[in-house]
């Protein structure tokens, strides 16, 4: 039997792990919820759903990888009671990380389009209404989108091709290292800017009156919505990492530094954009909009803007890169247990795959705008994130967690509880039971329903 790749250090599997859960969502949205959610206020409760949802379901997550040391598509065949039918999840995990992919690296292909255009002045000169047409042209352009997903795609699979240390492991921790300087650098000269100090006021303090606002049921369910969603859980993407690190440290500790870090640089991103924001008069935006129409504005006014606009698009590649490296290691991964293939060969046939499957993406905004699934105004993406964030993701989660706690049909509390708590650090308490078995899924579930019905109305 062909020995299981494994990575060379704890310190890979940390940013790896990291870099999967770190996104875009990460860096526009979270601050974005802040801001709007009453500053510090929302945090405190995006923390206390982080440690209460976040962490158990990750926990969970790692502790199934590194038991059953496979890929989600074949993890469950080594550790579910005979009879059970678990292993179904498996194949739900494969199509689930693949449909991301569909629609994630068109959003990777825009980040690397704006860094050029940054780097290249195409902003030079505009006025705010160009800066809007650009965003406009490229989404119209299919050579645009096309090229420039391909460019992801490819990048993203020839690092997979390598041996799991010399691609992934090595270029995670490049990309994430490079990332917390460049973020570090941003967020310095953002709250120098001259009349940057109101948008950190903005941003840092609770203002209870604007979650009131914005009313404080709103403000629990979106934080429990991005603590819970940040940290890409739910449909394997981190087992698999769990799979290829050994037993000498405890998971729930790794779990709670990976949610940390992730943390970090989500509250980072706040501290370049909104000190910059109000430094330049533009209150910020949900969305694309403030991607790629208020900061691009922002930098073609503010001196240097130029570099400081081509930093800021790296560091939103690199965020974007290093989940599109860690979903398709997903994605190899489990093509090579279904398979049986090498590596590389196995890249070779996914490099295909995902050439073809996100082709609709990439036209559904341009050629194919016509498939609008939802309605006038929505397009393929929509459709595609709606299925992984909406879906496959949170029923992931609570698949997780059932198979965690149910006893005697599922792998067990006790079985868990001895993987997760291999190793040193921190431990999972065997009082978390009740909570783990009843509360947690009835709050996962709480957010399916709640997503659903705030989708469709």
């Known amino acids: 039997m062909k020995q299981r790749e494994t990575l060379g250090s704890r310190l890979g599997f940390i940013l790896i792990s990291v870099g999967c859960a770190v996104g875009i969502g990460n860096v526009w949205k979270f601050p974005w919820l802040v801001g709007q959610y009453g500053g510090g206020f929302f945090v405190l409760i995006y923390l206390v759903f982080l440690c209460l949802m976040g962490v158990p379901v990750m926990t969970m997550e790692f502790s199934i990888g590194r038991a059953a040391q496979k890929s989600p598509l074949k993890m469950y065949q080594e550790i579910e009671p005979k009879g059970t039918k678990w292993h179904f999840h498996g194949i739900i995990c494969l199509v689930g990380n693949i449909i991301l992919m569909m629609y994630y690296t068109t959003v990777a292909g825009w980040m690397v389009n704006y860094f050029v255009k940054m780097l290249t002045g195409t902003f030079k000169g505009m006025d705010n209404a160009a800066i809007n047409q650009v965003y406009s042209d490229m989404t119209a352009s299919p050579a645009q989108m096309v090229i420039f997903t391909v460019i992801v795609i490819v990048l993203g ?64 369910v979106s934080a429990m919505n991005q603590a819970f969603f940040t940290l890409s859980i739910g449909m394997g993407s981190m087992a698999i990492f769990g799979s290829y690190i050994g037993d000498d440290r405890s998971l729930m500790g790794e779990s709670v530094t990976i949610a940390a870090l992730d943390t970090v640089v989500a509250f980072t991103s706040g501290l370049i954009i909104f000190p910059a924001c109000f430094a330049y008069g533009v209150k910020p935006d949900a969305g694309p909009s403030l991607i790629f129409k208020t900061l691009p504005n922002i930098f073609a006014n503010m001196p240097g803007g130029r570099i400081w606009g081509a930093l800021f698009f790296v560091f939103m590649s690199f965020a974007a890169f290093s989940t599109v490296i860690a979903v398709f290691e997903n994605i190899v991964a489990m093509m090579m247990d279904l398979t049986g293939f090498e590596r590389k060969k196995t890249s070779l046939i996914c490099l295909i795959m995902m050439l073809v499957l996100s082709m609709p993406c990439a036209l559904g905004f341009n050629v194919w705008s016509f498939v609008q699934p939802f309605g006038k105004g929505t397009g393929i993406m929509d459709l595609e994130d709606f299925l992984v964030s909406n ?6 989660a609570v698949v997780f967690v059932l198979f965690c706690t149910w006893n005697k049909i599922g792998w067990g509390w006790d079985n868990f509880l001895n993987e997760a708590n291999k190793g040193k650090g921190l431990k999972v308490a065997h009082g978390m039971r009740f909570y783990c078995t009843f509360i947690l899924p009835v709050l996962i579930a709480f957010l399916i329903i709640f997503g659903l019905v705030t989708f469709f109305k």
């Open 157 to 220: 699979f020839l690092i997979s091709s390598m041996s799991l240390q010399n691609g992934l492991e090595r270029i995670s921790k490049f990309m994430m290292s490079a990332l917390i300087i460049i973020m570090i650098v941003l967020a310095v000269h953002s709250m120098l800017v001259p009349g940057g100090a109101s948008g950190l006021e903005f941003y840092l303090k609770p203002d209870i009156a604007r979650a009131k606002q914005a009313g404080l049921f709103n403000v629990i």
């Open 391 to 396: 879906l496959i993701l949170p029923g992931g």
